[in-house]
């Protein structure tokens, strides 16, 4: 059984960077396409940032030069670097995982989430 999770939420002034950490355990045969997405209250959950297996990642305009995604494969983990954080960043985000098990088969998990609130 696979399981997801996510570490380093909490509450930070404007301005300021916290560091997410995801990680897979439980026996499967690779990680594909891995990400974090975001849902802030009474808004829909949306795209934050996604990494390859292969390294190409995808951050939406609106994050670029702010939010960093890389990959730790020896870790089965993904990290995620936020800096210049906002209110508007506010939102309790959510680790993705794709994976492939021993048989082939494509599933796709999610984290439990994380709380991130951006406050004075």
């Known amino acids: 059984q696979v399981q997801v999770a996510e570490t380093g939420g909490g509450l930070v002034q404007p301005g300021g960077s916290l560091r997410l950490s995801c990680s897979a355990s439980?026996?499967?045969?690779?990680?594909?396409?891995t990400g974090w997405y975001r849902q802030a209250p009474g808004k829909q959950r949306e795209l934050v940032a996604n990494?390859?297996?292969?390294?190409?990642?995808n951050v939406p305009d609106s994050m670029k030069g702010r939010f960093t995604i890389s990959r730790d494969n020896a870790k089965n983990a993904v990290i995620l670097e936020m800096t210049n954080l906002t209110p508007e960043d506010t939102g309790v985000y959510y680790c993705?995982?794709?994976?492939?098990?021993?048989?082939?088969?494509?599933?796709?998990?999610w984290g439990q989430g994380t709380q991130v609130t951006v406050s004075p």
């Open positions: 439980g026996i499967f045969f690779s990680i594909d396409n």
């Open positions: 993705n995982v794709d994976i492939t098990d021993q048989s082939g088969r494509a599933n796709t998990y």
């Open positions: 990494i390859h297996s292969s390294g190409l990642t």
